[in-house]
Every structure is written in C-alpha cells, then in structure tokens.
C-alpha cells in the first residue's frame, strides 16, 4: 500500500465504524415496533410512529446537517451527530420507566437527527477516501458494515429485549390490575440496558474521533458554493431522490413487520421471530459483501436493476404463499435490497463536483420514506383486520421505483 494510501485506511476504519453503530439503532428498530406494541398496547399504525420519529428527523435535519458539513466540516459533523445520537438513546430510560410513549418518540427522534447527521458525513466521506474510480465499491464495503448490525441488532435486541411473554387481549384484561401493570412495565424495563450501552459505546467513538485527526477531502471545486437548487438541476439526482425515498420506505415496511409476519405466516413464536429477523440480517449483510464482488464485473446500474426485479418477485411471493415459503421469501428481500441505498447514493452524487454535499443532503432527506410508506402499510394491515400479508403490496410498488433508476433514472443529465 503506498504512503498516500496508508494514512486514509484510519479514517476509512473509524468511518466504517459509523456505517455499523447507526446500522446498530435503525435494525433495533425491527424488534421496538413489535415490542412496543406489546408493552404499550399500541395498534399496528401507532407503532410504525416508532418509524415515523426516526425518518422525519432525517427529513427535518438533513439540510441542517449539510450546512454544518459545509461550515465546519466532516470531522466536527461527525462528532455532533454521535453526541445527539448518545442523547436520543439516554433518553430510553425515563421513557422506559414512566412507560411513556411520547418521551420514547423524542429520544428516536433525536436519535435520527443524530443519525441524519452521521449519514450526511459518512457517505460522501467514504466515497472520497480513495480513488474515484472505486467509490461505488467503496461505499459498499464501508455499507457492508451496516449490513453485520442488520444481522447482530435483531439477536442483541431478542436476546435483552425481547421476553418472549406473549398474551391475547383476553388474558391482559383477566389478569389483576396489579399483575397486568407488573408485567407491561418489565416488557418496557427490558430497553434499558441495551440503549444505555449503545449510548455510553457513543460517547467513547465520539472521544477517539475527537482526539485523532483525519484528512478533510478536498473537491474538485470549493464545496461551500454547491446550492440545493444547483444540484436540483441534475436529473440523475433528483431520480435518485425518488428512488431513495421509495427504497427506504421498502425496506423499513419489511423490517418494521417481519416479526409479526414470522409469528402470523409463520407460526412461529417471538422469540424465534426475532432470531429470524437475525438470519434476515445476515442474509443482508451477505448481499453487501456479495455486491461488493459483483461490482468487479457489472455495472452498479445493472446490478441495482436486477436486484429489484428480484424484489419485485419476493415481495409477491410474500403476499401470497404460506408458512415457510414467506419466510424464505423474506430472507431473499434482505439479501437483494443489501446493495440498493449505497448504490443508489453512489450513483446520485456522481459527477455533481460543487453540489456533492448538497445532493448528499438531498439524499438522505429521501429516507422520510421511512416514515411514510409503514403508516401505510400499518393502516392497511388494521383495516384489513390484521392481515400482515396485504400490508406487503406497499413494498411491492416501492421496488418499481428502484427499478426504474436503475433502468433509466442513473443517467447523468445537467438541465442549467
């Protein structure tokens, strides 16, 4: 490795860190909304707000997180957006104890802004250290990352979350007040630990970030000019907005309800759910790094393409087979939407030069998808009486819309 080469793999590490620790918050996330329901007797829709707290965050303060990277840089963006991220998470555990589902939804939504921060930082930082003509590989890799807590959040969040206690509406309302209570209030008690260790594991990234120096990347012009409107006129941009919103909104609909579908098509119970929710994780992670390898020889185009028609095709099977075949077909949908954020972020900044940080901020605004697309889907599951796999038609024509990036929305066209 050459001298030039050796002082980025530090940053390119400690970045790669951020990629994990948010991954680590957002899969919790799969295991909180089936969990939450049960300790606070949510409806489907009430808890996707669960989601809904997390991606307006990313909406509210994406632009705000831009212009702190352009003022102040990567470095000190990094090291604000895992202080709030710390907080949001410290925040777990009043909310725990008075049961609160509103002080819940602040600490997520300060979690988000915290997150939207870190992802605004990291993604076009990963892409910048090294070569231009491996960036697309790079974020890749730097995402695979994210990938392993996809597969490590869902088994941390089973094993310290999740109770296994499961009681139908009838055997809440026949037990004494006393015992109904005790039991609600240990479901909740069960977030305290690990939120409290995610918050303190913030704080000591926050030290090293802070206590180290990295390379602020320069870029082809000064990136302080680049406008919002400037990077609007690239259509491949604002295709790739549009994917993004639609990709998230996918991915978090299947994370949001693969337990309760595991436990429903399934027969499974919570527990074992959750472990699933694991084994989709890793299925997720695998698909990272198998990406990685097939971007050697096909283009991040092609293969975003295909891997959407793929999803296209699962999220049907999904919607009408049974038992084992819907968890299969869930599995597949982990591993085929691995590759799609990283490769449609990749392909969204390409070549807007001055307009690289603000397309990044306009990118990760897009994961509001997040916090509509499962209200949706949550809305239609109640109104067809608790019906998961109805509910799977709103990721279904979310993927058309990665499709069509893929296809033809890449193209890099400049409309000044």
Request: hydrophobic share 50%.
């Amino acid at each position: 490795m050459s001298t030039s080469r050796k002082h980025l793999l530090l940053p390119f590490i400690l970045v790669t860190s951020l990629f994990f620790l948010w991954g680590i918050a957002n899969n919790l996330n799969g295991i909180l909304i089936p969990h939450l329901r049960k300790a606070l007797q949510l409806s489907n829709m009430q808890s996707t707000f669960v989601d809904t707290a997390v991606y307006l965050a990313y909406f509210l303060s994406a632009i705000p997180a831009g212009w702190v990277l352009k003022k102040y840089g990567y470095k000190k963006g990094v090291i604000a957006g895992l202080l709030v991220f710390a907080l949001g998470a410290f925040l777990f555990v009043p909310a725990a104890r008075g049961r609160t589902y509103e002080v819940f939804l602040l600490g997520l939504f300060i979690i988000g802004c915290g997150l939207t921060m870190l992802e605004t930082a990291a993604n076009p930082y990963a892409t910048q250290l090294g070569s231009p003509e491996t960036a697309t590989t790079r974020l890749n890799l730097a995402q695979s990352f994210n990938g392993l807590a996809a597969f490590m959040a869902p088994v941390i969040g089973t094993l310290f979350i999740l109770s296994g206690k499961q009681y139908e509406a009838e055997e809440l309302a026949a037990m004494s007040d006393a015992n109904r209570l005790m039991y609600l209030q240990e479901e909740a008690n069960s977030v305290i630990l690990p939120y409290g260790i995610l918050g303190g594991s913030l704080l000591i990234i926050a030290a090293i970030f802070f206590f180290n120096n990295f390379p602020e990347p320069v870029e082809k012009k000064d990136a302080t000019k680049g406008s919002i409107a400037g990077a609007l006129k690239f259509s491949h941009l604002r295709w790739a907005v549009i994917a993004q919103l639609f990709y998230v909104g996918a991915q978090v609909c299947v994370t949001s309800f693969f337990v309760r579908m595991a436990i429903a098509g399934g027969g499974v119970d919570e527990k074992t759910a959750g472990y699933y929710l694991g084994i989709y994780g890793l299925l997720f992670m695998s698909g990272r790094f198998a990406g990685t390898f097939f971007l050697r020889w096909v283009s991040a185009p092609l293969l975003l393409t295909s891997y959407a028609v793929m999803c296209v095709a699962l999220c049907t099977v999904a919607m009408y087979a049974a038992g084992q075949y819907v968890m299969v077909a869930l599995g597949g949908l982990g591993f085929f939407m691995s590759i799609m954020f990283p490769t449609i972020f990749s392909l969204g900044i390409k070549e807007l030069n001055e307009y690289t940080k603000s397309g990044s901020s306009l990118i990760v605004m897009s994961i509001i998808g997040g916090a509509v697309f499962p209200v949706i889907m949550g809305g239609l599951i109640d109104a067809y009486n608790d019906n998961i796999q109805i509910g799977y038609s709103v990721p279904l024509v979310c993927f058309f819309a990665v499709l069509y990036f893929g296809w033809k929305g890449h193209h890099i066209k400049n409309n000044a």
